[in-house]
């Protein structure tokens, strides 16, 4: 461990626990659960990386709980995960209205010594969580044993600066939850939007019945393939050296972003793979590229041409459409459901076929409409990126903080 600042002092879990708690959770097995009883069982699952995620639902009634001499865990609790992922995560217990006890793999540690939220920092950060990995044992099962873990080396800081820092690094932390619910709703509103005006559109206020149901009076039914050209081929071939940009799967994320692409020569990508052009619209048809949402509407393409995985299938708006609307008619839940029910082939290999894409009956509404709806979409969908791109700097910011604050090279 390099120098530490003046004031500090190198210590360590099983030193700062000599007058506190540092154990193992409880060895439970599934004969000594009960679904019906009143004591939560916490999981490794409910550990997050310095988040308490509160996902599982294992309990244990009264009589196995103290039968087996199970720990109450307390609030303020730190847990810590000694198996991953990631390997060695900590989190606060936020404790219940119930009795809660931890499983095995989960250590607990209660000192009245130390500022609880800054030890949790401490473990999760990165010079802490390198030396759980370089010790820790196993192959398919990887942990880190108590041991070891407590005498993992920790510069300690006063209690004063410890206090300072927990709540630098907790105004962070809330920010990153605050942004997280802010990017949660935005995702809600998008669903309800879409609900809202692929089926009822506008401000309308007459219907008619069609094979669809009730829409609006102005809609007519039409088939996704009457609108749209599916998997287009290149009419006018360019030359070899012509430049273009290449997509592989992994570029498009699964909110709709193109995120990278390579640009290669015409010559390179012409045979075995798949041709689209600025505007149009990318739909990964395999599973599970399909279910997770993998799409773009592509744009800013290499001499407006690209190339990609042959697992994409390919819209083109015609002009009866928009390339917006599109994008957005086949990124809506209902349109990926009914996909999903239409693959065909082996299990891992199951594929959206093209004449789903065809043959896809929706409600098409007037010009005009569509590029209003497609317009609505698209700046909630900014909403959310701008969020996503806070929140990974407000992440960034955390970690340099956590570097700077937990090593001391920034006094507070």
């Not at 044993?145 to 407590?150: A, E, P």
């Not at 939007?193 to 609006?216: A, C, Y």
């Not at 990974?392 to 090593?407: C, F, N, S």
């Amino acid at each position: 461990m390099s120098e530490i600042p003046d004031g500090w002092t190198i210590s360590s879990v099983n030193k700062l626990s000599k007058n506190g708690l540092f154990s193992d959770g409880d060895w439970v097995e599934s004969k000594d659960q009960d679904s019906l009883g009143k004591n939560r069982l916490i999981q490794l699952a409910d550990i997050g990386d310095g988040i308490f995620l509160n996902k599982s639902s294992r309990f244990l009634n009264d009589e196995q709980f103290s039968r087996l001499g199970c720990t109450e865990l307390k609030e303020g609790d730190i847990l810590i995960a000694r198996m991953p992922e990631p390997l060695g995560r900590a989190c606060l217990f936020h404790s219940r209205e119930q009795k809660c006890a931890t499983v095995v793999d989960v250590a607990i540690i209660r000192l009245n010594n130390v500022d609880n939220f800054w030890l949790m920092s401490a473990i999760n950060a990165p010079a802490f969580r390198q030396e759980i990995i370089k010790n820790a044992s196993g192959t398919t099962r990887t942990r880190i044993s108590k041991s070891i873990l407590g005498n993992i080396k920790i510069p300690l800081p006063p209690l004063s600066e410890q206090k300072k820092i927990a709540e630098i690094l907790s105004s962070v932390d809330r920010n990153i939850e605050a942004t997280e619910k802010l990017i949660a709703k935005l995702s809600e509103l998008k669903e309800a939007l879409m609900q809202e005006l692929f089926t009822k559109g506008i401000g309308h206020t007459k219907f008619k019945d069609s094979p669809l149901g009730k829409i609006p009076e102005e809609w007519e039914v039409v088939r996704l393939g009457d609108i749209s050209k599916i998997n287009p081929r290149l009419e006018q071939k360019p030359t070899p050296d012509f430049k273009v940009s290449f997509v592989p799967m992994d570029a498009v994320s699964n909110d709709g972003r193109l995120t990278y692409a390579i640009v290669r020569k015409y010559s390179e990508v012409s045979k075995g793979f798949t041709y689209f052009q600025d505007y149009d619209v990318l739909f990964a048809k395999i599973t599970p590229c399909m279910e997770n949402g993998k799409g773009a509407l592509v744009h800013g393409l290499m001499n407006h041409i690209g190339f990609g995985s042959t697992e994409f299938h390919v819209l083109r708006a015609t002009q009866k459409t928009t390339s917006e609307f599109v994008y957005h008619l086949v990124n809506w839940k209902n349109f990926r459901i009914e996909a999903e029910s239409n693959m065909t082939g082996s299990a891992g290999q199951r594929r959206v076929p093209t004449d789903f894409l065809k043959l896809y009956q929706m409600a098409l509404p007037p010009l005009k409409e569509q590029k209003q709806i497609g317009s609505i979409l698209s700046g909630n969908d900014s909403k959310i990126e701008k969020a996503k791109t806070r929140l990974e700097k407000l992440k960034d910011m955390k970690k340099g903080l956590m570097q700077d604050l937990l090593t001391g090279k920034i006094r507070v």
